[in-house]
C-alpha cells in the first residue's frame, strides 16, 4: 500500500486537521511532514497561540508517520516540549521521524520549525500497532 494513499485517506476523513489547516509536504514509510498557517481563532485567554495547535499538528504528523505502512497505530503515549513563542500568522512545519518500528510498537521524533526555521516544540510518540489496515 502507498503511503500516500493511506495519509490522503486519513487526512480527508480528519475533521480537526482539516480544521488546523495542515498540508501535507512529503509522506514516505515511517516519515511525515507537514504545514500549517496559525490564524486568529488559535488564541487562547490569555491572547497567545493555545499551546495545543502545535501539540496538535505534532499529533497529526505522528499519526501520518506510524500509520504509513497501512497498519492501524494509535497514540500510547505522547509528550512535548514547547520552545518558543507562537504567534498568528505564524508557518509551522511538523517533521515526524521514525526513531524505532516495532511490531506491536513504534517511537517517533516529531520536531515543528516556524518559516524562519527556528524549533518551537519538540514531540516525541510512542503507538500501538493494531494489526488491521488503516485501508482495505
Given at each position: 500500500m502507498n503511503p500516500k494513499d493511506v495519509v490522503n485517506h486519513m487526512l480527508i476523513t480528519d475533521a480537526?486537521?482539516?480544521?488546523?489547516?495542515?498540508?501535507?509536504?512529503?509522506?514516505?514509510?515511517?516519515?511525515?511532514?507537514?504545514?500549517?498557517?496559525?490564524?486568529?481563532e488559535m488564541l487562547n485567554g490569555l491572547g497567545i497561540v493555545h499551546g495545543g495547535i502545535a501539540f496538535s499538528l505534532a499529533d497529526s504528523?505522528?499519526?501520518?508517520?506510524?500509520?504509513?505502512?497501512?497498519?492501524?497505530?494509535?497514540?500510547?503515549?505522547?509528550s512535548?516540549?514547547?520552545?518558543?513563542?507562537?504567534?498568528?500568522g505564524d508557518?509551522?512545519?511538523?517533521?515526524a521521524i521514525e526513531m524505532h518500528n516495532g511490531r506491536s510498537t513504534g517511537?517517533?521524533?516529531i520536531t515543528i520549525?516556524?518559516?524562519d526555521q527556528q524549533t518551537i516544540a519538540l514531540f516525541k510518540?510512542?503507538?500501538?500497532?493494531?494489526?488491521?489496515?488503516?485501508?482495505?
Amino acid at each position: 500500500m502507498n503511503p500516500k494513499d493511506v495519509v490522503n485517506h486519513m487526512l480527508i476523513t480528519d475533521a480537526f486537521s482539516n480544521w488546523l489547516g495542515i498540508e501535507v509536504i512529503e509522506i514516505r514509510e515511517g516519515f511525515s511532514k507537514i504545514k500549517m498557517t496559525v490564524r486568529a481563532e488559535m488564541l487562547n485567554g490569555l491572547g497567545i497561540v493555545h499551546g495545543g495547535i502545535a501539540f496538535s499538528l505534532a499529533d497529526s504528523a505522528f499519526a501520518f508517520a506510524c500509520n504509513s505502512r497501512n497498519n492501524l497505530s494509535v497514540a500510547l503515549d505522547t509528550s512535548i516540549n514547547f520552545i518558543k513563542a507562537v504567534h498568528i500568522g505564524d508557518t509551522l512545519v511538523a517533521e515526524a521521524i521514525e526513531m524505532h518500528n516495532g511490531r506491536s510498537t513504534g517511537l517517533y521524533q516529531i520536531t515543528i520549525t516556524n518559516q524562519d526555521q527556528q524549533t518551537i516544540a519538540l514531540f516525541k510518540g510512542t503507538c500501538f500497532r493494531t494489526g488491521k489496515a488503516v485501508l482495505h
